[in-house]
Each structure stands twice: as structure tokens, then as C-alpha cells.
């Protein structure tokens, strides 16, 4: 059984990682999509999706990525296509991992089984809140797993948040 797990991962954290191994004990292929993968160098998007991906690859040992797939998921403007586009990228899956609302309706309306993947500490985990403790340089680093701590760094993620 295939499954695929949407997000923007701006950066791929600890609550990510999470979600990855809770869609991984339900499936034996995991699809995961970057999804916002045509913007980047926003404030809400500041990581290109090849930067987002390297941190993704980072993040998990090499018996993981024998299981996932990492493909690339662009914004549509037309909800009700956005779905469809997917299928385009991604042909199989039989789960969608979900825990945005709009995502499990859009999904839902189409008959995806859609489940919802528990976040723990998702004030600490999201990516805004991370965002914002690299620009203050509070203590981030703790909550991103060691592989997009070194893509953050090397890509000097501080210095382009404060340019945005």
C-alpha cells in the first residue's frame, strides 16, 4: 500500500520527521510532497524545495529512504484541480496523511481515504514558530532533526529570513 504525506516542511522538523514515521507504520511506500513548490523567498516560503528536499534527505537514515519518494507538489489557484494535479505527479497512492482541513476536504471529496497524523508540541513544531526563533537565535536547533539543522546553516537561513 502507497501513501502520501503533503506539507511545505518550511523547514522539515522534528514534527515532520514524526509524521513520517507514523505514515511509514501504515504503508509500505510513502510519497511525500512538497508541496508550495513553485514559491520560495517568501516570508511564509523562504526555502527553495531543492533546499527543502535536501533537508528532508538529511533527516532520515538510508533503510527510510529505501521507503519514501520526495516529488515536488506546485500551488494551483484552482483548489478544486489541485488534487487532480497531484495524481498527474503522483499516479498510486492509497492514503492521504493529512492534518489541514482543507486538505482532508478536498481529499475527501474525491473518496482518498484521508488520515489524520497527531503533532506533538505544535506550538514549539511549526515551521512559523521556527522560523521566528532563527531570527531572534533562540534555541530552534532542538526542534529541526540534525539534517536540516546542517542544510539551515549551511544555507544561512538567518541571513535570508532577516532579508525577507
Known sequence: MNGLLIGRFQPFHLGHFEAVNFALSKVDMLFIGIGS???????R??????????MIISSLNDKTLQR?????????NDHSKWTHSID????EYDLVFS???FTHELFGKRGKNV??????SRQNL????????????????????DGTRNVLLK????SRLEDL
Open 115 to 120: 488520515i489524520s497524523v497527531q503533532l506533538k
Open 99 to 101: 492534518n489541514d482541513d
Open 45 to 54: 516560503n523562504p526555502f527553495t524545495a531543492d533546499e527543502r528536499k535536501e
Open 126 to 145: 511549526s515551521g512559523s514558530n521556527i522560523r521566528q526563533m532563527i531570527l531572534a537565535d533562540d534555541n530552534w536547533q532542538e526542534f529541526v532533526p
Open 88 to 91: 498527474e505527479i503522483i499516479p
Open 68 to 76: 519514501v519518494s520526495i516529488q515536488y507538489i506546485p500551488d494551483s
Open 155 to 158: 544555507i544561512g537561513a538567518k
Open 37 to 43: 513548490s513553485n514559491k520560495s523567498n517568501q516570508i
